[in-house]
C-alpha cells in the first residue's frame, strides 16, 4: 500500500527540500512514525511531549481534517492524500506596559515562568468585577489587588457592622458605619496604588446588571443570596462572561467557574432557587470567620489563572469544602443542554425579576401580617397593655441578648407547639433583625392566627433604639 | 541579520490589502524561491480572515486555503515564505500570540497601520528555541 504525504513548506529545509514523499503506513500515526524514522528532526514540530499532534499542526486526509475522524489512527487508504498543514494564525497584543515601580512588586510573579513579564502583563490588562465586598469579597480583592490586576470593580451598597469584622478582613473598627465599597477602595489602593479600583456603590439589580458587567473581564460572585447569584449567573452568560462562583455556609464552602469556555452555568447545576427560608443566610446560620478567607482565596486564584491563561481552571467542577474536617472533594459538572439561559433553546433571554423568581415577596406582593416598630411596643409596655413577645430565637441567642417577658420558642418547634398560642390573641413576634420572627408571622398567619405582627427590626433595633444596655450582636 | 527580498509589487499588494481590511486584521502568503542562502518572494496572495470575532486583534487562515496556496506555489516550482498579517492601531512587533502560534522557517511580515494607513512593516523570524523572533532585513527588488 502507498500513499503521498506533502510537507508544508516550511518544514521542507528538513525532509532535503522534498516537498511530496511516498509513505506506507495503514494509519496517519504509522505514517507520521515512517516520517520521523526518515527525518528526526521533524518530530519536536510536529508532535507535543505526550505524543498528540501540536495544535497549531492539522493533518488532512483527503482533504479531511483527522481531528474529525480518529485523529492519528485515522485510516490512510492506498493513493490517499495527505497533508501537513500548518495552523497559521497570530494577532497583536493589546497589553499595558509595567511601569518602571511595579517590577519590584511582582518579582515573585516573574520567577513563575508560567507568569512572568507577559501574565503581569495579562493580570495588568485584566478587569475582574466582585459583587459583594463582604466575606467573600474581603479576601477575593486583597489578593486580587495585591496580585496586580489592573482594574477591580465592587459592587456593594452596605455600610460596615461590628458583627463583618469577625470574617470581612477589609474592614476595621475605625470603618464602622460607613460604607463598605469606600472603606474597600481606600483599603485596596493602599495596598497596591497601581490599580485602578472603581466603586459600584449600588444593589446589582436586573436594571443595572448588563451595564456594569459589560466593562469587565470575569466576575467574582462574593454575594450571600439566591436572587442575586442568579442575576449574576444569567447576566454572565448573556454577556458571555466567566463567573467565578464562591459561596459559603457554616463550615462548608463550595467554589467553581460557570460559564467559561463552554462549560456549564449555575443554572446547569440549579435551575431552580430552594424554596425562600430552606436556606438560611450566614446571619441565621452561621460561618466560620475564616470560612470565606478559604473560599474566597480560592476565587481569587482562579480569577488569576483565567487570566494569565495558566493551569486547569474550575470549570465543569464543582469544588466542595468542609473545614471541619478539612476535606476537598469534587462533583464533575456538564453544561445542561437543556438549561433555560445557556443551554440549546434558551427560553430565558433579558433579565428576569429574581426577588420574584426566588419567592421573596417583591413590594407588589404585600405580606400578610402586620408590623409594628420597638416603639409603638415600648408604649404599649409602658402603658400596662398585657402584650405577648414571642421570641424564635435559639436559646444561645437568648443568653447573648434578651428582654423581660418573652415567650421562647425556637423557630423550629413553633409548629409542634402551636397549642401554646393563642390565636385570638395579638402575638409579637421577635428575633435578631426580623427577618427569621417574619417568617413565623407568615406560617402563623396560615395556620388561622389573626392578628399576628412581626416586631420590625427584632432585639437589634430594641437596643439600639429603647435600651443600649441589652447588647447588639 | 538575515534578509528577505521582495519585489516591489509584492510590498504595494500587500500594504494596500493592509489597508483596506483596517479596522481588522489582514492575512495572507507570500510565495517564492528559498535556495537556503536567499528568500526572494515575488507574489502576494491574500487570504481571508476567518477569525469570528475579535478581527481587529486575532487572524485565522484556513487550512484550505493554506493547501490551496502552497499547491499554487508548488505548480509554479516555488513555495511559501512569508506570513503577512497587520497589526491595526499597534506596532510591527510579533505579540506573545504571534510567537506562540509561528512557525520555524517562515518570515513573519508585520504591518502596523495606524487610522487606517500602512505605517511601517517588518519581518520576523522564529528562534529555533522558539523563545523569541529575530528581525529579518527586508530588501526591495525591481520587476
Same mark, same amino acid.
Given at each position: 500500500m502507498s500513499s503521498q504525504l506533502k510537507i508544508p513548506s516550511p518544514l521542507r529545509k528538513f525532509t532535503n527540500g522534498e516537498s511530496v514523499i511516498d509513505v506506507q503506513g495503514g494509519t496517519v500515526r504509522e505514517v507520521l512514525e515512517e516520517l520521523f524514522a526518515r527525518y528526526p528532526g521533524l518530530q519536536i514540530h510536529l508532535l507535543d511531549e505526550s505524543g498528540d499532534l501540536r495544535n497549531f499542526v492539522n493533518v488532512y486526509v483527503n482533504k479531511e481534517d483527522i481531528r474529525h475522524s480518529a485523529g492519528l489512527d485515522t485510516q490512510v487508504k492506498e493513493g490517499s492524500d495527505i497533508r501537513i498543514v500548518p495552523a497559521i494564525a497570530g494577532g497583536a497584543d493589546n497589553l499595558p506596559e509595567l511601569e518602571t515601580g511595579e517590577f519590584n512588586r511582582y518579582s515573585r510573579h516573574f520567577s513563575l515562568p508560567e507568569i512572568g513579564v507577559q501574565g503581569q502583563r495579562k493580570l495588568k490588562a485584566g478587569k475582574v468585577l466582585i459583587v459583594g465586598t463582604g466575606g467573600l469579597g474581603s479576601p477575593a480583592s486583597l489578593y486580587l489587588t495585591a496580585a496586580g490586576v489592573g482594574t477591580i470593580g465592587l459592587v456593594d451598597f452596605d455600610t460596615v457592622d461590628e458583627s463583618n469584622l469577625q470574617r470581612q478582613i477589609l474592614f476595621g473598627v475605625d470603618r464602622l458605619g460607613k460604607s463598605k465599597v469606600q472603606s474597600a477602595r481606600e483599603r485596596l489602593k493602599a495596598l497596591n496604588p497601581y490599580v485602578n479600583v472603581i466603586s459600584h456603590e449600588v444593589?446589582? +439589580?436586573?436594571?443595572?446588571?448588563?451595564? &456594569?458587567?459589560? #466593562?469587565?473581564?470575569?466576575?467574582? #460572585?462574593? *454575594?450571600?443570596n439566591f436572587p442575586t447569584r442568579y442575576l449574576i449567573n444569567d447576566a454572565c452568560v448573556f454577556l458571555g462572561k466567566p463567573n467565578v462562583y464562591g459561596s459559603i455556609f457554616r463550615f462548608e464552602g463550595q467554589i467553581s467557574v460557570f460559564n467559561y469556555d463552554g462549560g456549564p452555568c449555575y443554572r446547569c447545576l440549579y435551575p431552580e432557587p430552594p424554596p425562600p427560608g430552606l436556606v438560611p443566610s450566614c446571619a441565621e446560620g452561621g460561618v466560620l470567620g475564616v470560612l470565606p478567607g478559604i473560599v474566597g +482565596? &480560592?476565587?481569587?486564584?482562579?480569577?488569576?489563572? /483565567?487570566? @494569565?491563561? &495558566?493551569?486547569?481552571?474550575?470549570?465543569?467542577?464543582? /469544588?466542595?469544602?468542609? @473545614? /471541619?474536617?478539612?476535606?476537598? +472533594?469534587e462533583l464533575k459538572l456538564k453544561r445542561n443542554e437543556a438549561c433555560a439561559v445557556c443551554g440549546n433553546d434558551p427560553t430565558i433571554t433579558d433579565l428576569i425579576d429574581y426577588q420574584e423568581f426566588c419567592g421573596i415577596?417583591?413590594? $407588589?406582593?404585600?405580606?400578610?401580617?402586620?408590623?409594628?416598630?420597638?416603639?409603638?411596643?415600648?408604649? $404599649? &409596655? #409602658?402603658?400596662?397593655?398585657?402584650?405577648?413577645?414571642?421570641?424564635?430565637?435559639?436559646?444561645?441567642?437568648?443568653?447573648?441578648? *434578651?428582654?423581660?417577658?418573652?415567650?421562647?420558642?425556637?423557630?423550629?418547634?413553633?409548629?409542634?407547639?402551636?397549642?401554646?398560642?393563642?390565636?385570638?390573641?395579638?402575638?409579637?413576634?421577635?428575633?435578631? *433583625?426580623?427577618?427569621? +420572627?417574619? $417568617?413565623i408571622c407568615e406560617y402563623l398567619i396560615n395556620h388561622n392566627f389573626k392578628r399576628v405582627k412581626n416586631i420590625r427590626g427584632g432585639i437589634r433595633a430594641w437596643s439600639l433604639e429603647i435600651d443600649p444596655s441589652v447588647p447588639i450582636y | 541579520m538575515a534578509a528577505?527580498?521582495?519585489?516591489?509589487s509584492v510590498v504595494s499588494d500587500f500594504l494596500r490589502h493592509a489597508e483596506k481590511e483596517y479596522p481588522n486584521e489582514c492575512c495572507g502568503f507570500i510565495i517564492g524561491t528559498d535556495d537556503t542562502k536567499t528568500k526572494k518572494g515575488v507574489e502576494y496572495l491574500p487570504a481571508a480572515n476567518t477569525k469570528d470575532t475579535n478581527r481587529e486583534r486575532r487572524f485565522l487562515i484556513d487550512p484550505l486555503a493554506y493547501q490551496e496556496a502552497e499547491d499554487t506555489a508548488d505548480e509554479r516550482g516555488l513555495s511559501i515564505i512569508s506570513i503577512v498579517h497587520s497589526h491595526p492601531d499597534h506596532p510591527d512587533k510579533p505579540s506573545e500570540f504571534d510567537r506562540n502560534h509561528a512557525w520555524p522557517g517562515f518570515s513573519y511580515i508585520i504591518v502596523s497601520v495606524e487610522n487606517g494607513n500602512a505605517k511601517n512593516y517588518r519581518s520576523w523570524q522564529l528562534a529555533p528555541d522558539r523563545n523569541n523572533f529575530n528581525e529579518e532585513i527586508i530588501k526591495i527588488i525591481q520587476e
Open positions: 444593589a446589582l +439589580s436586573s436594571e443595572n446588571a448588563l451595564d &456594569i458587567i459589560k #466593562d469587565y473581564d470575569i466576575v467574582v #460572585d462574593g *454575594t450571600d +482565596s &480560592i476565587q481569587a486564584n482562579e480569577a488569576i489563572k /483565567l487570566l @494569565a491563561e &495558566i493551569g486547569r481552571p474550575l470549570k465543569g467542577r464543582f /469544588l466542595l469544602f468542609d @473545614a /471541619l474536617s478539612m476535606e476537598f +472533594s415577596p417583591s413590594e $407588589k406582593t404585600k405580606p400578610k401580617y402586620g408590623e409594628i416598630s420597638v416603639h409603638e411596643l415600648k408604649e $404599649k &409596655i #409602658d402603658a400596662g397593655e398585657t402584650v405577648t413577645i414571642l421570641d424564635v430565637r435559639n436559646p444561645f441567642e437568648l443568653e447573648v441578648a *434578651t428582654i423581660p417577658n418573652v415567650l421562647h420558642i425556637p423557630m423550629n418547634e413553633v409548629p409542634a407547639n402551636l397549642d401554646k398560642l393563642n390565636p385570638d390573641e395579638e402575638i409579637f413576634v421577635l428575633c435578631r *433583625t426580623g427577618i427569621r +420572627s417574619g $417568617k | 528577505i527580498h521582495l519585489k516591489s
